[in-house]
């Protein structure tokens, strides 16, 4: 006769299900360990490929547990199939409801007790270590859909467990994601072609098949369970031919769902904290990303979608690439809505085949007339937005390639500028900032557009504080700090104008403002490290050349608020703090 009993391809499968027993199984060897009902029994005994949670080989009794699950047409069929071929094999099967055991179980072991009456009465009897005392003859759980939701009721209706609310969702998770696989091998008996992608729902969880997949006459299948917020993972290799067998039974680490694109195999949850009170539209975030292992040299597979990675978003926001190493890439990323709550977006990589995804012109508003990263070696400053790329008058050329606030910058030694005729020509409403960072206190040009009519800039004064000018019909309209900076460390600059106000940002704090002038910039040529003749940040005609290292400028015809330049500066200033990465999760 051929063995039946603990074969040993199911030996993976016997033990997983002992190391994880529910607290329904737990409750139940508590009763019957001690052959408290006179009889020996077992605990998880596989019966060719049936594991038996609890057996009485003398009496050849099975005893099931049949959840809410086993009401579904697909399970019920199973059952009548599995019950079918167990009792073609000589077992006794008896089956207690779930709500039974937990609400009533002196009942069932009374019940018990009578069955085992009427069954062989020639069978060999143990006796009684402890008098008084009955035991429970143990459950068949026919599969870990029965475990999920003896566990599931059980949490549930003893609201006396000792364990935390949190321990036992976990818990009941895990018995979930066992139950889809349990369904999945089943399944797979019926139709050799099923390929999962089904939820189950089961109480206050539910357990989902995300994929079966399948090589030749394996099968590798993947389940999730889910309570609350709590997530937990489970992975059957099994092979279908010549009979089922179960290669592996294990919880793996986060299966994810909702995956925007089955080519991309790794993911980040990335969350960036809103440093003001309101909300921003379409902000372009600063990103410090590091460099995994999976990803390509050049970054072209990094994908940023809108929302939480388990949401079923799958929006792509624009990126821009400024610079790259072998450690780490500096991005700036288009935030559609930067709410006061935190804002998380999903971002994808590992992709070998992966092109370039970035829309640079993207990331920045209708607003920015132009934004300079200064991160070339040599050559003009690209203007990102592409209105007024700098010609470049900066000798040597390792000038332009000194470290900046994000990846490089350009240094000015004091004979150095660029543009020789860049128009920005924000007339009215407008903003200048820049990052820039000396040692050394003098008259210096940061930038300036217009002339000593009406025009307007930024600049260093030779009591190291910093100047916002506006020359508003030959009047000098000037707004100096109050602090000096030539402090050798890096600070962020913003000149606003309303079209009526005209106010002075130092490091995202305000420092000054006053209403007068209108903004206007006149006719002259703008440039960035020296004048171009007419110089309005010092009403004069000197070029007042910069010694400083300078990083990402931007104009824009914009005021912007006192909450964007804040997170303008926070968002570099403190990167670790305000953006964070989540751990990666893989697609299996």
Known sequence: MNKIHNIKIYKKKRQYLKNNTTQVEKLFWQKIKDSELGYKFRRQRSI?????????PTLKLIIELDGDVHKLRRQSQLDWLREKELKKLGFKIIRYNNYEIINDINRVIVNIKKNCKKLDMNCKKISSKKNGYITLISVLVVGAVGLAITLTLLLLGLGSSQTSLAFE?????????????????????????????????????????????????????????????????VEVVAQLQPDLQIISWQEIAGKAV???????????????????????TDFPAYLRVLKETEMQADYDDLRFISGACADADSTELDYEIESYSGTEAQIWLRIPSLTIEPTIICMYYDNSSASSGENATGVWDSNYVSVYHLAHTTGSAIDTIGNFTAEEIIDPDTNMDVAGVVGRG????????????????????????????????????????????????????????????????????????????????????????????QLLYIDSDLETSVTQGDGMVGGNNARIGSANSQNPVFNDSSAHYLNATLD?????????????????????ENQSSIVVFSSEEVQY
């Open 48 to 56: 060719k490929q049936y594991i038996v949670d609890f057996y009485c």
């Open 169 to 233: 969702q976990s818990n009941q998770a895990k018995a979930l994601a066992n139950s889809c696989a349990e369904v999945s091998l089943n399944n797979l008996k019926l139709d050799s072609g099923y390929s999962g992608d089904e939820t189950i729902n089961l109480g206050q969880g539910s357990c989902y098949i995300s994929a079966v997949e399948a090589q030749g006459s394996q099968r590798t299948i993947l389940t999730q369970g889910t309570v609350d917020t709590i997530i937990r993972y």
């Open 258 to 280: 909702n995956w925007w694109n089955t080519d991309w195999n790794k993911r980040k949850e990335i969350t960036i904290t809103n440093a003001g009170v309101t909300v921003l």
């Open 410 to 501: 350009d240094y000015f030694d004091g004979d150095d500028y660029l543009g020789n005729n860049p128009e920005w020509n924000v007339d009215g409403a407008h903003l200048y900032c820049v990052w820039l960072n000396f040692s050394t206190a003098h008259n210096g040009t940061i930038l300036e557009d217009g002339g000593n009519g009406d025009g307007h800039g930024l600049g260093i004064l030779t009591t190291g504080q910093l100047r916002y000018a506006e020359q508003y019909n030959g009047a000098d309209n000037y707004l100096d700090s109050a602090s000096s900076y030539d402090d050798g460390a890096w600070h962020q600059l913003c000149g606003s104008h309303t079209g009526t106000d």
């Open 552 to 572: 990402e400028i931007r104009v824009s015809s914009d005021a912007r608020s006192a909450d964007w330049i804040k997170q303008s500066y926070e968002i570099v």
